[in-house]
């Protein structure tokens, strides 16, 4: 999935729907990765953090939907220009750093 940069502020995209960034979707996603997949997805940060803030709720609701513990099976990251978060499937045993 690939969206493209929107950089306006006065929020003139907000009201677009993205399908692929629903708890479904993820949900769906989820379902579908092999033992030890990732869910990958990164957003362009914004002001303010709306998308950055909706990619993380969004993962943990779908985590926790697919009874995972998302303090557990994911992972926040942000960068200069985004924002990525990460879901493990749990399946694999887990590593503690």
């Known amino acids: ?53 909706r990619l993380l709720a969004l993962a943990v609701q779908a985590a926790e939907r697919a009874r995972l513990d998302p303090a557990r099976s994911i992972i926040a990251l942000r960068g200069y220009n985004t924002a990525t978060v990460i879901v493990s499937a749990g399946r694999s045993p887990t590593r503690n750093f």
């Open 1 to 53: 999935m690939t969206s493209p940069y929107r950089p306006v502020t006065s929020g003139a995209y907000s009201l677009i729907e993205d399908y692929d960034l629903t708890v479904e979707a993820f949900g769906d996603d989820l379902a579908r990765l092999k033992e030890g997949g990732l869910l990958v997805v990164t957003r362009w940060l914004q002001w303010p953090p709306s998308e950055s803030l």
